[in-house]
């Protein structure tokens, strides 16, 4: 289809007032939105976005934009990200285009790879100048995919994160621990796209549906600009007279939330409820109570939507992030090194899952900034913390966490806390309101 | 030397500064003349309280001597200025039934309503510092000044009582005590800076004064010319240093330095990306802070601040009386463009104060930061003339001794 034809239909696709377009990048991104257009994403264009002709044919119900230049001679990026950002550049406006009239664009993608990894910040920057709040839902590579593949998506991550609005990434390590031993290749794929599926279904849901308690789309944004590739999400439905607690359950169990421990060490937590008319404010106050009871510390933004569809079922999405203070002099393009290694998490998914009741201590609302690292250091640092080894040195690793609000509370050290409402107005007040500085 | 029964010291021992000032009774004893000021850095103090009695003492000897040597005189005793989160201000009502057979409001009365009105819960820790009279009711009439003379059964009086944590206001004046000087009363900060900024028309009309600190923002409003509401929000310029300081990685005398250098209240369009290039002693480049979120910082501390104390006069519900507006002084009313911020969080006209209502050395009254020793002094003055109203015990003893002789 061409893709000025698309932006003008999107004026009549609007829902709730919101036009929503799914943009899926690169071969991962349109497996992805072939899943979404199998699935309840009614009322979203879904837009799949690629270099080479899918491998699969064209789905139905999704659009297609196909970057083409004589350079890639009908081969696609070969992997190599900086040609699929050159191409994207070249077809700016074409993205833009296609970003035009629509107000919130998800980018699904797989990170790693040429198209996914190139062309996703573009599109990204594309649908902000466009007036779109964007969101990157990104998958990153397994660690068995090889340490190149790691360090594209690690830079792409980057990226986005100053392109896009909001990034939520999903390692897909995390996802392959979580499978036994004879799940085949292709469904770990299914699997990890269909996480990442949910997860996106569930912001979506958080748009679509016209909210009792609405979410508003800056408050989204301003929640998932600080989330630096550490946010985790959830999302599960239950049904049935018992599904507040259910769902709750089911949440807390919920594998890419660490059995709940993500929430607890949480800065920011955004929780959407949709229920059917049938929906019992009992149930909403025990939910958000347990919620509360969960992550003491962390600023709870809850939006709750009321759709027919929805009777007698509870969907429930999570989004837990963890903030991270930036560097102001990196203008926000420098990342502190360990949140963007994704390889930092599955060790410590893992030795959570064996021994779940290991003390856990609640990171400290100030995260000392972390180190800058050179290029080789990191790498250094990931090879330690990547493999087996990395277990057995586990203990020394977590060292790391331990809070030091000491420093931060610099002049006030020894004085007692001005609290004015729960709140302690000795933190600096960009920190507590959650200003990014850039 | 002048008589230094004549002479009103105000010392206000503050987070960032010891101030002491000195004011004098013009020769007819009816204008008040500043006429003195001493000043030396604070060490010992934390959100305007003291946390280092040693080099507290230090600083005050300090200032208290630089104000002698400036106007002249010799200090004995001082009215104190006090602040910190632990003070609190509210309204209370004392009631009295006029037990009198003909009804007629006596001073006596007047001084049981107003014991009346101070005896309040409170705390066993705390006590009252002020419970100034607002006006008294006589059987429900509302508004009455003084009652004395008047017919009634019942009478009322509103008091606004400020009131702190005992042990710690005992701290300051254990400092001073601890120098051989008296103190001759403790008084609230923002009660004090109010005194020194407003005109008795604009308490009339009803304003807001704001103290911004170095530790502590102390506020008073004053509407239909008494005072109505105090209040002290333990944040100040001292935070917004420590902000600086760990929002921009530099150490905190790196963030006072810039503060003051570069600091305003509003963001501004025109910073977005201007570097400012800190520099080592001999000159060399050490690093980069962005002006934009230095601004971004100052910005976001202040506006809390007053959107806070907005909170608290909206509660209160104070702010639809302030008709003369706000007015700022303090260390903090020097910050380039606060008062464009105050107007838009507290959507009404805001000026900085200077302290009009006293004459003397131009040099201090045009100072934000000297507001509140200067309404300390006048403060004091307020206190003495009610004292020499009343005649003293030598001044009786000789009259009754004229009067026995001259009836011999």
């Known amino acids: 289809m061409d893709p000025k034809s698309l932006a003008s239909t999107t004026a009549e696709t609007r829902i709730n007032k919101l036009g929503v377009k799914v943009f899926g990048v690169g071969t991962a991104g349109g497996a992805m939105l072939a899943q979404m257009a199998g699935d309840d994403f009614?009322?979203?264009?879904?837009?799949?976005?690629?270099?080479?002709?899918?491998?699969?044919?064209?789905?139905?119900?999704?659009?297609?934009?196909?970057?083409?230049?004589?350079?890639?001679?009908?081969?696609?990026?070969?992997?190599?990200?900086?040609?699929?950002?050159?191409?994207?550049?070249?077809?700016?406006?074409?993205?833009?285009?296609?970003?035009?009239?629509?107000?919130?664009?998800?980018?699904?993608?797989?990170?790693g790879g040429g198209a996914?990894?190139?062309?996703?910040?573009?599109?990204?920057?594309?649908?902000?100048?466009?007036?779109?709040?964007?969101?990157?839902?990104?998958?990153?590579?397994?660690?068995?995919?090889?340490?190149?593949?790691?360090?594209?998506?690690?830079?792409?991550?980057?990226?986005?994160?100053?392109?896009?609005?909001?990034?939520?990434?999903?390692?897909?390590?995390?996802?392959?621990?979580?499978?036994?031993?004879?799940?085949?290749?292709?469904?770990?794929?299914?699997?990890?796209?269909?996480?990442?599926?949910?997860?996106?279904?569930?912001?979506?849901?958080?748009?679509?549906?016209?909210?009792?308690?609405?979410?508003?789309?800056?408050?989204?944004?301003?929640?998932?600009?600080?989330?630096?590739?550490?946010?985790?999400f959830a999302a599960v439905e239950a049904a049935g007279t018992t599904r507040a607690r259910d769902a709750l359950e089911k949440l807390l169990a919920h594998p890419l939330l660490n059995g709940g421990e993500a929430i607890q060490g949480a800065d920011a937590v955004l929780v959407s409820v949709i229920g059917g008319p049938d929906l019992t404010m009992a149930d909403m106050g025990r939910l958000m109570e347990q919620l509360n009871q969960q992550c003491p510390r962390a600023q709870v933004v809850m939006g709750a939507a009321v759709n027919e569809e929805f009777r007698d079922r509870l969907a429930l999405t999570v989004i837990a992030t963890r903030r991270h203070a930036r560097d102001p002099l990196a203008g926000g393009k420098k990342k502190s090194a360990t949140a963007l290694l994704p390889e930092a998490e599955?060790?410590?998914?893992?030795?959570?899952?064996?021994?779940?009741?290991?003390?856990?201590?609640?990171?400290?609302?100030?995260?000392?900034?972390?180190?800058?690292?050179?290029?080789?250091?990191?790498?250094?640092?990931?090879?330690?913390?990547?493999?087996?080894?990395?277990?057995?040195n586990l203990p020394r690793m977590r060292?790391?966490?331990?809070?030091?609000?000491?420093?931060?509370?610099?002049?006030?050290?020894?004085?007692?806390?001005?609290?004015?409402?729960?709140?302690?107005?000795?933190?600096?007040?960009?920190?507590?309101?959650?200003?990014?500085?850039? | 030397m002048f008589d230094s029964?004549?002479?009103?010291?105000?010392?206000?021992?503050?987070?960032?500064?010891?101030?002491?000032?000195?004011?004098?009774?013009?020769?007819?004893?009816?204008?008040?003349?500043?006429?003195?000021?001493?000043?030396?850095r604070s060490r010992g103090v934390r959100k305007g309280e003291i946390v280092n009695a040693a080099s507290a003492e230090e600083d005050v000897r300090q200032a208290i001597v630089e104000a002698e040597q400036m106007a002249d005189v010799e200090i004995r005793s001082v009215y104190l200025g006090v602040t910190g989160g632990h003070i609190r201000g509210f309204n209370n009502r004392g009631v009295h039934p006029v037990v009198s057979a003909d009804r007629e409001i006596s001073d006596d009365d007047v001084q049981d309503v107003v014991r009346n009105a101070k005896a309040i819960n409170l705390p066993a820790e705390n006590g009252v510092l002020h419970a100034i009279r607002q006006h008294f009711l006589v059987d429900g009439q509302d508004s009455?000044?003084?009652?004395?003379?008047?017919?009634?059964?019942?009478?009322?009086?509103?008091?606004?009582?400020?009131?702190?944590?005992?042990?710690?206001?005992?701290?300051?004046?254990?400092?001073?005590?601890?120098?051989?000087?008296?103190?001759d009363e403790v008084?609230?900060?923002?009660?004090?800076?109010?005194?020194?900024?407003?005109?008795?028309?604009?308490?009339?009309?009803?304003?807001?004064?704001?103290?911004?600190?170095?530790?502590?923002?102390?506020?008073?409003?004053y509407a239909g010319g008494v005072i109505k509401h105090t209040g002290v929000l333990a944040v100040g310029g001292d935070h917004i240093s420590n902000d600086l300081a760990y929002g921009l990685k530099v150490p905190l005398g790196r963030a006072e330095q810039l503060k003051l250098e570069h600091g305003a209240a509003e963001v501004g369009d025109a910073l977005q990306g201007q570097v400012i290039t800190l520099t080592?002693?001999?000159?060399?480049?050490?690093?980069?802070?962005?002006?934009?979120?230095?601004?971004?910082?100052?910005?976001?501390?202040?506006?809390?601040?007053?959107?806070?104390?907005?909170?608290?006069?909206?509660?209160?519900?104070?702010?639809?009386?302030?008709?003369?507006?706000?007015?700022?002084?303090?260390?903090?009313?020097?910050?380039?463009?606060?008062?464009?911020?105050?107007?838009?969080?507290?959507?009404?006209?805001?000026?900085?104060?200077?302290?009009?209502?006293?004459?003397?050395?131009?040099?201090?009254?045009?100072?934000?930061?000297?507001?509140?020793?200067?309404?300390?002094?006048?403060?004091?003055?307020?206190?003495?003339?009610k004292r020499e109203g009343r005649p003293t015990l030598t001044q009786e003893i000789k009259g009754a001794i004229s009067r026995l002789l001259s009836r011999g």
Request: charge should be neutral.
């Open chain 1, 116 to 232: 996914g990894t190139g062309i996703s910040p573009v599109l990204a920057r594309a649908a902000r100048e466009s007036g779109a709040l964007a969101l990157a839902f990104m998958t990153l590579p397994f660690d068995c995919e090889g340490n190149r593949r790691q360090h594209v998506a690690r830079e792409g991550v980057e990226q986005l994160q100053a392109a896009a609005d909001g990034v939520i990434c999903l390692p897909n390590q995390k996802v392959f621990k979580l499978m036994d031993e004879s799940t085949t290749l292709v469904d770990t794929f299914r699997t990890t796209a269909q996480l990442l599926v949910e997860g996106a279904r569930g912001v979506w849901r958080l748009l679509r549906y016209p909210g009792l308690i609405e979410i508003h789309l800056e408050e989204l944004g301003a929640l998932l600009r600080d989330c630096q590739g550490e946010s985790c």
């Open chain 2, 187 to 221: 008084v609230f900060n923002g009660l004090a800076s109010s005194l020194a900024l407003l005109t008795n028309e604009q308490k009339e009309l009803g304003a807001l004064v704001i103290d911004i600190g170095g530790g502590t923002t102390d506020y008073a409003v």
């Open chain 2, 5 to 40: 029964s004549s002479i009103i010291v105000g010392l206000e021992i503050g987070t960032s500064k010891v101030c002491a000032v000195v004011g004098e009774f013009d020769r007819d004893g009816a204008g008040l003349n500043i006429v003195g000021l001493g000043q030396a």
């Open chain 2, 280 to 385: 080592s002693e001999i000159g060399l480049p050490l690093k980069a802070v962005n002006l934009g979120h230095l601004r971004r910082i100052m910005s976001l501390r202040l506006e809390e601040a007053f959107q806070l104390i907005g909170q608290d006069l909206e509660q209160a519900g104070l702010l639809d009386y302030l008709r003369a507006g706000v007015f700022l002084c303090g260390g903090g009313a020097r910050v380039p463009e606060i008062a464009k911020l105050a107007e838009r969080v507290l959507q009404m006209p805001v000026g900085v104060g200077k302290a009009n209502s006293v004459s003397g050395l131009k040099s201090a009254l045009d100072q934000p930061e000297f507001a509140a020793a200067i309404g300390l002094v006048k403060f004091g003055s307020f206190k003495s003339r």
């Open chain 1, 346 to 392: 599955p060790p410590e998914l893992d030795t959570q899952l064996i021994e779940r009741k290991a003390t856990f201590r609640s990171a400290s609302r100030f995260v000392p900034p972390a180190p800058t690292l050179t290029p080789e250091q990191r790498e250094q640092l990931l090879n330690k913390q990547g493999g087996g080894r990395a277990r057995k």
């Open chain 1, 399 to 438: 060292q790391g966490n331990l809070p030091l609000d000491i420093v931060n509370r610099g002049r006030f050290d020894k004085t007692e806390p001005t609290v004015h409402k729960g709140e302690d107005l000795d933190v600096p007040t960009y920190i507590r309101r959650g200003v990014a500085l850039n």
């Open chain 2, 144 to 183: 009455i000044t003084n009652p004395v003379g008047m017919l009634g059964a019942k009478l009322e009086v509103d008091v606004h009582v400020v009131h702190g944590h005992l042990n710690r206001l005992q701290n300051a004046i254990r400092v001073v005590k601890g120098m051989q000087l008296e103190v």
């Open chain 1, 42 to 111: 009614a009322g979203a264009m879904l837009v799949a976005v690629n270099t080479d002709a899918p491998a699969s044919g064209p789905v139905a119900g999704v659009a297609s934009i196909h970057l083409e230049t004589k350079l890639l001679r009908g081969l696609g990026t070969g992997g190599d990200p900086e040609r699929g950002r050159r191409l994207a550049e070249e077809h700016f406006q074409t993205l833009k285009d296609a970003c035009a009239g629509v107000d919130v664009v998800f980018i699904v993608a797989g990170l």
